[in-house]
């Protein structure tokens, strides 16, 4: 019985961290054409106008300038 329990606490656990850890991907447009899928929303540092975007595809962290977006939109997962 106490077995049961604590399986069935790991499993809500694990549950709970999977939905809390999802974010909507968003795919960024740039002025060259370039489109960029990104895994979580784009941060935005005001003091320097860049954006810091971590590229699913890639799995790594890019910055652009944010002048160089032209359009931004929410993907559905």
Same mark, same amino acid.
């Given at each position: ?26 795919? %960024? =447009?740039?002025?060259? $054409? !370039?489109?960029?899928?990104?895994? $979580? =929303?784009? !941060? ?14 890639? $799995? ?8 160089? %977006? =032209?359009?931004?939109?929410?993907? !559905?997962?």
């Amino acid at each position: 019985m106490r077995n049961k329990l604590l399986m069935t606490s790991i499993f809500a656990a694990a549950a709970l961290f999977t939905v809390a850890g999802c974010s909507s991907n968003q795919a %960024v =447009k740039t002025t060259d $054409g !370039k489109t960029i899928v990104t895994d $979580g =929303k784009p !941060k935005v540092d005001d003091d320097t106008g860049m954006m810091s975007i971590e590229n699913a595809e890639t $799995g790594q962290t890019e910055q652009i300038n944010r002048d160089q %977006v =032209k359009s931004m939109g929410e993907l !559905k997962n």
